[in-house]
């Protein structure tokens, strides 16, 4: 029974540690055009507890669903059309904005890797 116990502990800390590797992606590559990110959530609301919030005026949140995370951002919403939004972008902004969470799981992946077969 602790084995299964464990083994569940085990998987949901991995999960997580790809969740979060793939929403820093978005953050980062968003924050390097310039769109404003409003939040950036780990889990699935609702939430649990406001952590704090940096001096670009995102709010680091803890939800409820210990399962994903999310990072929203100024545009995503038809009615925000802001000059730091994700919408006044151009079209390969928003790409390296998209595809940036699966490019960190790839480069996260290879450096996992990578150390796996030095050691």
């Known amino acids: 029974m602790s084995t299964l116990i464990g083994s569940i502990v085990l998987t949901l800390i991995l ?26 959530g780990i889990g699935i609301p609702p939430r649990i507890r406001s952590l704090f919030r940096d001096r670009h005026g995102t709010l680091y949140t803890l939800n409820a669903l210990p399962i994903g995370g999310f990072v929203r951002l ?13 919408r006044s972008r151009s ?23 990578t150390l796996l077969f030095f050691v």
């Open 15 to 40: 999960f997580f540690i790809v969740v979060f590797v793939h929403e820093c992606g978005h953050f980062l590559a968003a924050r390097s055009i310039g769109v404003r990110v409003k939040e950036f």
């Open 74 to 86: 100024e545009g995503e919403e038809m009615s925000e059309n802001g000059a730091h939004s994700l």
């Open 91 to 113: 079209l390969l902004g928003k790409l390296w904005v998209l595809l940036a969470g699966i490019g960190m799981n790839f480069l996260f992946a290879w450096i996992v890797f």
